[in-house]
């Protein structure tokens, strides 16, 4: 599997949604755009159109990676990721997948706090056993980075999108500050802000089912 940037990110994003907000998903075009395109928990942030995103969607039906979802009180078409299957994937690998594919390389206990929303892991030993487990694959789907100077750790990186020369090239023009600052707090943070934007758009929904269940009681009354 060889998938575009743009690919990855919105894999990644079906993955991130289905897994910390799964009353809202599968996503609509306009939903997948907005998880594209967050400013939190994205590195890089995009600024993608749906132009772009409908072309690499296309692509990834025809890779047989995302599926439309139909259905009669869907306003929208909805679009669903079927990773787990095409790749035997649990729980645990498509946490750190989707992770990597939307933030990059990162070490195992950036790993651990990132995935927290996603998939709770209950030590950094568990997520290093899920690496592991997709790197030892007879196609690896994870490579391990050697730590480059002032870099305390190793960091890891998904291989869906090429191969670790790839991803070096790519990472190249990353800031490689980023693992000298503190991971915790910044991402806590980053992370609650997540889930108050998700948290409106579920009580947005609600309001709306709500709206529509009184209008149809009102129909029936008269």
């Not at 993608?48 to 869907?74: C, D, G, K, W």
């Not at 651990?112 to 209950?122: G, K």
């Given at each position: ?19 910390a ?24 942030v ?15 039906r ?22 787990d ?9 498509l946490?750190v ?8 390389p ?24 899920a690496?592991?487990q ?20 190793n ?31 910044t ?21 709306a089912?709500?709206r529509s ?10």
């Amino acid at each position: 599997m060889n998938l575009t940037p743009v690919q990855s990110r919105i894999v990644g994003c079906l993955i991130e949604k289905e897994m910390a907000t799964p009353d809202n998903y599968p996503l609509t075009m306009n939903a997948l755009l907005a998880a594209c395109n967050q400013t939190t928990n994205r590195n890089p942030v995009t600024k993608l159109e749906e132009p772009t995103v409908s072309n690499a969607l296309e692509n990834l039906r025809a890779a047989q990676v995302v599926r439309i979802v139909y259905s009669r009180s869907n306003r929208a078409d909805k679009f669903r990721h079927v990773l787990d299957e095409v790749l035997a994937l649990e729980p645990e690998h498509l946490a750190v997948l989707s992770v990597m594919m939307l933030r990059g390389p990162q070490t195992v206990s950036e790993l651990r706090t990132r995935t927290e929303r996603l998939h709770p892991f209950a030590s950094l030993e568990e997520v290093d056993d899920a690496l592991r487990q997709l790197a030892g694959r007879n196609e690896p789907l994870v490579g391990r980075l050697e730590r480059r100077p002032g870099q305390k750790e190793n960091r890891w990186a998904h291989l869906l999108g090429g191969d670790l020369a790839e991803v070096l090239a790519g990472d190249d023009d990353d800031d490689q500050s980023d693992d000298s600052r503190p991971v915790s707090r910044t991402d806590r943070l980053n992370a609650l802000e997540e889930a108050v934007v998700d948290l409106r758009a579920e009580l947005e929904q609600l309001q709306a089912s709500h709206r529509s269940l009184v209008a149809k009681l009102g129909e029936a009354d008269d």
